[in-house]
């Protein structure tokens, strides 16, 4: 079971703009697979890649699509070669794996007896910047990605008094008062989630700026809202221009 797609989280912002670099350019970038609308696959890259002077946010995703399906809405890193057309920046994947994010938190949770539970949570990227030395926007759009695997004996059944499914807080280490938010349920009635043996539940998060509006290390607490044993820590960094 996942939330969101990531679509609704990122593309909201992103512009494929045309770029001028060289076809045989072997380029390493880290993103998520996603199937694009109008058929065919494209990698979402929270961390914009540099191409030509211009920062990218999509790339069409190019090669055996045979394999792509089962890597759906993960992480990925994918090396290969740059294909630039006007209005479009695509990548011909040679190379294709699920990697874990840099910094990714993780807790073993024991419930009861017979619940078991891996959370996860991961600020991708774990360090960035807003703004570029000249003062222009960088193009990052970081998020949390939090994941809860059931390794137990029975399923995980969680119903919610209120449309808000996860409680997110974000602080500086060096400060007291921190951004809050929650995410509400796709619908207006009582979201209900069962995560069944050996399932998994994954929810995007987009870091707002001024949820971290000034450079130095934060701090990220996401869990799921009234159920505090399912609350996982993980720390990012903003970095100066």
Known sequence: MRGPTLA???LASVAVRSAG???DTVVTVQGFLEPADSGGWQLMLPQPLVVAGRRVN???ARGDVRRFPRLRDRFVKAVGRMLLAPGEAALEIAQLREVEPDGTARATIHPSFNQSAVLT???IPNEFVWRLPDGQPSG???LLM????NHGQTELDFMFRTNDVLCVDVRGKAERESW???VPAPTRNQERIVIRLGGMYRHFIPIAPEAAPRPGRYVARVTLCGVADYA???EFAVRAP
């Open 140 to 142: 990052v759009q970081p």
């Open 146 to 149: 939090y994941t809860i695997f």
């Open 232 to 234: 996982v820590e993980a």
């Open 8 to 10: 609704l989280i990122l």
């Open 21 to 23: 670099q060289g076809p």
């Open 121 to 123: 949570l991961a600020a």
């Open 58 to 60: 999509l790339l069409t």
């Open 180 to 182: 809050q938010t929650s």
